[in-house]
């Protein structure tokens, strides 16, 4: 993938509110579970889950199963290319 194309995925995985709150809290808290974003976010617990497989899918969010839940944090090198994707337009 291209410079343009990562940064143009990563935007898009940006491009709705919901999200950059999403990211936003887990940059805060460090890590979570689902449940836990559902209760800071006005959204149905599969609406969240959407906007979390989004986030993970363009590689700004990791998830690590524990036990029956999964426990999202921001992936902060992830979140560094970015910047500097920004950066260099």
Wanted: charged share 20%; glycine share 6%; proline share 3%.
């Amino acid at each position: 993938m291209t410079n343009d194309q990562t940064l143009a995925t990563l935007c898009k995985a940006l491009g709705h509110p919901a999200r950059v709150a999403i990211l936003r809290h887990l940059l805060q808290v460090n890590s979570c579970i689902c449940g836990d974003i559902v209760n800071i976010l006005p959204l149905a617990q599969s609406t969240v889950s959407q906007h979390l497989k989004q986030l993970k899918e363009a590689g700004l969010i990791r998830g690590e199963i524990e036990g029956p839940r999964i426990c999202y944090c921001a992936d902060k090198d992830r979140l560094a290319a970015f910047k500097n994707l920004i950066l260099s337009l």
